[in-house]
């Protein structure tokens, strides 16, 4: 088992900056993939940007050029800074860990733009 905690969020204006974090711990495994979800108000789940532990990163384009994932692998935490945000990345940001046929979700953490 697999337990993700985020943390992070909170209330910006726009153009501010955040800088998310998730950490995995439990029954871990070196080769996985970490990623960073998001749920607009009245909206489904979309994909932020996706970190494998070997790899390049990859990112929806609506958030490329403004955020940036990285992880710590020897901590298994994956961080997304996000610059310049807008009212339209206002939502519940989810971290996501697969590995080894195991996968985990975080509970969520708000980030809410204000224009």
């Known amino acids: 088992q697999v337990r993700v905690v985020e943390s992070g969020g909170g209330l910006v204006q726009a153009g501010g900056s955040l800088r998310l974090s998730c950490t995995a711990s439990?029954?871990?495994?070196?080769?996985?993939?970490m990623a960073w979800y998001r749920q607009p108000p009245g909206k489904q789940r979309e994909t932020v940007a996706v970190m494998p532990s070997v790899g390049r990163p990859s990112y929806t384009d609506s958030v490329k050029g403004r955020f940036t994932i990285s992880r710590d692998n020897a901590k298994n935490t994956l961080y997304l800074q996000m610059n310049s945000l807008k009212p339209e990345d206002t939502g519940v940001y989810y971290c996501?860990?697969?590995?080894?046929?195991?996968?985990?979700w975080g509970q969520g953490t708000q980030v809410t733009v204000s224009s």
């Open positions: 996501k860990y697969s590995g080894d046929g195991t996968l985990s």
């Open positions: 439990g029954n871990t495994v070196r080769i996985n993939t």
